[in-house]
């Protein structure tokens, strides 16, 4: 399996011939999703869901209902590609096996509605990958690699280290990334590899364009 960072919440995830993205938003290159064989989103907000870099391929798109009305109203030349998916469903793509996870988005306010959201359990062969999206949600099984959320308004590093741990991956990559200062990262890279480490967990922040 192959795992590459492309910017935030992207990640392609290539594995015996398949290739997916997930979550190429408006702060992740287009390279994401440059020959996949499925694109993957987890909820509606723009560094997660970017129109144009839907345009920039032809491969399906899984997502759930709420991010499929966005594309109907901004993205319709796309829209006959999307497949929607409902929480707990499992299907294929190639070599990958897919099942959807959790219904909502973290809290971001308690005065503001919660969004929809699902994480994704992808499996490469002997190999199990988590994206959860926007949300501390975990799948109820074993997770190989964790794609950990860092920073964001809806979380304290504390929530996001504690979430890791909970899921006990042995490699934890980390994505949500582009909210805080290259200051506020290396806090954030410190908390992470000190807790994860001290379990026996492995933590990575990756560069753009790199792979696990």
Known sequence: MRLTKFGHSAVRIEHDG??????????????????????????????????????????????????????????????????????????????????AVGELHAVIHPELPRFDNSGYLLTAGDTTVFHPGDALTGPGVPVDVLLAPVCAPWMRVSEGVDFARSLGAA?????HDRVFSPEGLGIVDLQFGRFLEAAGLEYRRLADGTDL
């Open 171 to 175: 490699r934890n990559v980390a994505i």
């Open 18 to 99: 398949t290739t997916v993205a997930v979550d190429p938003g408006v702060w992740s290159q287009r390279e994401a999703v440059e020959g996949v064989d499925a694109v993957l989103i987890t909820h509606e907000h723009v560094d997660h869901f970017h129109p144009d870099h839907l345009r920039a391929t032809d491969a399906p798109i899984y997502t759930i209902a709420a991010v499929a009305a966005q594309i109907r109203e901004n993205a319709p030349d796309v829209a006959e590609r999307v497949s929607v998916v409902r929480p707990d469903e499992s299907w294929t793509i190639g070599s990958l096996g897919v099942r």
